[in-house]
Protein backbone atom coordinates (compact mmCIF):
# COMPACT_ATOMS: atom_id res chain seq x y z
CA UNK A 1 0.00 0.00 0.00
CA UNK A 2 0.74 3.29 -0.76
CA UNK A 3 -0.29 6.98 0.77
CA UNK A 4 0.28 10.08 -1.09
CA UNK A 5 0.31 13.73 -0.24
CA UNK A 6 -2.78 15.19 -2.01
CA UNK A 7 -3.52 19.13 -2.05
CA UNK A 8 -6.73 20.85 -3.40
CA UNK A 9 -5.14 24.26 -4.57
CA UNK A 10 -6.89 27.42 -3.53
CA UNK A 11 -8.49 27.70 -6.57
CA UNK A 12 -10.22 24.11 -6.00
CA UNK A 13 -11.72 25.11 -2.52
CA UNK A 14 -12.86 28.94 -4.00
CA UNK A 15 -14.37 27.47 -6.64
CA UNK A 16 -16.70 24.56 -4.94
CA UNK A 17 -14.93 22.53 -6.39
CA UNK A 18 -14.09 20.15 -3.56
CA UNK A 19 -16.30 17.92 -3.30
CA UNK A 20 -16.23 16.76 -7.09
CA UNK A 21 -12.71 16.29 -7.03
CA UNK A 22 -12.81 14.18 -3.68
CA UNK A 23 -15.09 11.91 -5.44
CA UNK A 24 -13.05 11.21 -8.12
CA UNK A 25 -10.32 9.74 -5.57
CA UNK A 26 -13.24 7.51 -3.96
CA UNK A 27 -15.15 6.50 -6.98
CA UNK A 28 -11.73 5.34 -8.05
CA UNK A 29 -11.09 2.82 -4.64
CA UNK A 30 -8.37 4.91 -3.16
CA UNK A 31 -9.07 5.15 0.63
CA UNK A 32 -8.67 8.73 2.23
CA UNK A 33 -6.91 8.23 5.54
CA UNK A 34 -6.65 12.07 6.63
CA UNK A 35 -8.02 15.24 5.56
CA UNK A 36 -8.16 18.51 6.49
CA UNK A 37 -8.68 22.44 5.70
CA UNK A 38 -5.46 24.65 6.65
CA UNK A 39 -4.40 28.10 5.67
CA UNK A 40 -0.22 27.02 3.96
CA UNK A 41 1.85 29.50 5.40
CA UNK A 42 4.81 30.79 3.59
CA UNK A 43 7.42 28.99 5.13
CA UNK A 44 5.61 25.51 4.52
CA UNK A 45 5.33 26.98 0.91
CA UNK A 46 8.71 27.58 0.23
CA UNK A 47 10.09 24.20 2.35
CA UNK A 48 6.94 22.10 0.17
CA UNK A 49 7.79 23.85 -3.37
CA UNK A 50 11.95 23.98 -2.66
CA UNK A 51 12.89 22.14 -5.68
CA UNK A 52 11.41 24.77 -7.43
CA UNK A 53 13.05 27.45 -5.81
CA UNK A 54 15.01 28.86 -9.02
CA UNK A 55 11.94 28.39 -11.79
CA UNK A 56 10.35 31.85 -12.66
CA UNK A 57 6.81 30.58 -11.18
CA UNK A 58 7.69 30.56 -8.09
CA UNK A 59 7.29 33.67 -6.49
CA UNK A 60 3.50 33.32 -7.80
CA UNK A 61 2.99 29.76 -6.90
CA UNK A 62 4.06 30.18 -3.34
CA UNK A 63 1.93 33.54 -3.36
CA UNK A 64 -1.16 31.44 -4.81
CA UNK A 65 -0.82 28.50 -2.33
CA UNK A 66 -0.75 30.92 0.65
CA UNK A 67 -3.90 33.01 -0.64
CA UNK A 68 -6.40 30.88 0.63
CA UNK A 69 -7.32 28.07 2.62
CA UNK A 70 -6.78 24.55 1.26
CA UNK A 71 -8.10 21.08 1.31
CA UNK A 72 -4.99 18.42 2.39
CA UNK A 73 -5.52 14.53 1.99
CA UNK A 74 -3.58 11.58 3.03
CA UNK A 75 -4.60 9.25 -0.04
CA UNK A 76 -3.95 5.46 0.07
CA UNK A 77 -3.89 2.52 -2.56
CA UNK A 78 -1.87 0.03 -3.95
CA UNK A 79 0.06 2.24 -6.63
CA UNK A 80 -1.88 5.22 -5.36
CA UNK A 81 0.48 7.81 -6.31
CA UNK A 82 0.94 6.76 -10.02
CA UNK A 83 -3.12 6.28 -9.85
CA UNK A 84 -3.21 9.32 -8.30
CA UNK A 85 -1.32 11.56 -10.93
CA UNK A 86 -3.22 9.87 -13.63
CA UNK A 87 -6.13 10.81 -11.97
CA UNK A 88 -5.09 14.49 -11.81
CA UNK A 89 -3.73 14.87 -15.62
CA UNK A 90 -1.07 16.97 -16.89
CA UNK A 91 0.63 19.95 -15.04
CA UNK A 92 -0.88 22.65 -17.22
CA UNK A 93 -4.66 22.78 -17.39
CA UNK A 94 -4.67 23.88 -21.12
CA UNK A 95 -2.95 20.54 -21.90
CA UNK A 96 -4.57 17.94 -19.58
CA UNK A 97 -6.49 15.65 -21.40
CA UNK A 98 -10.44 15.56 -20.71
CA UNK A 99 -11.44 12.85 -18.17
CA UNK A 100 -8.54 14.24 -15.73
CA UNK A 101 -9.11 16.28 -12.37
CA UNK A 102 -7.38 19.38 -14.10
CA UNK A 103 -8.59 18.67 -17.64
CA UNK A 104 -12.48 18.70 -16.87
CA UNK A 105 -12.06 21.30 -14.34
CA UNK A 106 -9.27 24.25 -15.20
CA UNK A 107 -7.82 26.09 -17.90
CA UNK A 108 -5.28 27.53 -16.35
CA UNK A 109 -1.11 26.45 -16.39
CA UNK A 110 -0.83 27.40 -12.38
CA UNK A 111 -3.91 27.52 -11.20
CA UNK A 112 -4.37 24.06 -11.64
CA UNK A 113 -6.63 22.69 -8.82
CA UNK A 114 -4.81 19.94 -7.23
CA UNK A 115 -1.32 18.72 -6.24
CA UNK A 116 -0.50 14.97 -6.01
CA UNK A 117 3.07 14.10 -4.72
CA UNK A 118 5.41 12.80 -7.61
CA UNK A 119 7.55 9.70 -6.09
CA UNK A 120 7.44 7.41 -3.22
CA UNK A 121 10.39 9.68 -1.67
CA UNK A 122 8.04 13.10 -2.56
CA UNK A 123 4.83 11.24 -0.95
CA UNK A 124 6.87 10.40 2.55
CA UNK A 125 8.90 13.94 3.09
CA UNK A 126 5.20 16.34 1.96
CA UNK A 127 3.23 13.89 4.17
CA UNK A 128 5.68 14.56 7.17
CA UNK A 129 5.13 18.20 6.24
CA UNK A 130 1.11 18.51 6.29
CA UNK A 131 0.34 15.93 8.46
CA UNK A 132 1.19 15.54 12.27
CA UNK A 133 1.37 11.71 13.79
CA UNK A 134 -1.88 10.73 14.65
CA UNK A 135 -3.42 13.04 11.83
CA UNK A 136 -3.53 10.04 9.27
CA UNK A 137 -5.68 6.99 10.91
CA UNK A 138 -5.05 3.44 9.48
CA UNK A 139 -8.88 2.53 8.81
CA UNK A 140 -10.62 -0.45 7.84
CA UNK A 141 -13.01 0.02 4.74
CA UNK A 142 -16.19 -1.85 4.75
CA UNK A 143 -15.86 -2.67 0.83
CA UNK A 144 -12.07 -3.40 0.63
CA UNK A 145 -13.00 -7.23 -0.18
CA UNK A 146 -15.09 -5.65 -3.69
CA UNK A 147 -11.94 -3.60 -4.58
CA UNK A 148 -9.09 -5.57 -4.32
CA UNK A 149 -9.22 -8.96 -5.37
CA UNK A 150 -7.78 -10.75 -2.25
CA UNK A 151 -9.17 -14.45 -3.48
CA UNK A 152 -5.11 -15.16 -4.22
CA UNK A 153 -4.56 -14.25 -0.89
CA UNK A 154 -2.11 -10.86 -1.77
CA UNK A 155 -4.83 -7.85 -2.73
CA UNK A 156 -4.42 -7.04 -6.49
P1 LIG B 1 2.92 19.18 -10.91
O1 LIG B 1 2.04 19.95 -9.94
O2 LIG B 1 2.11 18.63 -12.06
O3 LIG B 1 3.79 18.15 -10.25
P2 LIG B 1 5.30 20.85 -11.13
O4 LIG B 1 6.17 20.93 -12.34
O5 LIG B 1 5.84 20.11 -9.94
O6 LIG B 1 3.89 20.26 -11.59
O7 LIG B 1 4.95 22.35 -10.72
C1 LIG B 1 4.39 22.65 -9.46
C2 LIG B 1 3.27 23.65 -9.67
O8 LIG B 1 3.83 24.89 -10.13
C3 LIG B 1 2.25 23.29 -10.75
O9 LIG B 1 1.25 22.40 -10.28
C4 LIG B 1 1.70 24.65 -11.14
O10 LIG B 1 0.75 25.11 -10.18
C5 LIG B 1 2.95 25.53 -11.06
N1 LIG B 1 3.63 25.61 -12.36
C6 LIG B 1 4.46 24.71 -12.92
N2 LIG B 1 4.93 25.13 -14.09
C7 LIG B 1 4.42 26.37 -14.28
C8 LIG B 1 4.54 27.34 -15.33
O11 LIG B 1 5.26 27.16 -16.34
N3 LIG B 1 3.83 28.49 -15.16
C9 LIG B 1 3.05 28.73 -14.08
N4 LIG B 1 2.92 27.86 -13.08
C10 LIG B 1 3.59 26.67 -13.17
MG1 LIG C 1 5.38 18.37 -8.88
Redesign the pocket.
Known amino acids: METTLIIL?PDAVQRGLCGRVISRFEDKGLQVVGMKLMRISDQLAATH?E??KS????P??VR??TSSPVVVMAVRGIGAITIA?NL?G???GSKAAPGTI?GDFGVS????L???S?SPEAAERELKLFFAPGEVLDWTRAGDAWVYDATGGTPE
Open positions: KYAHKPFYGLFMRMATFRNSFNIHGD
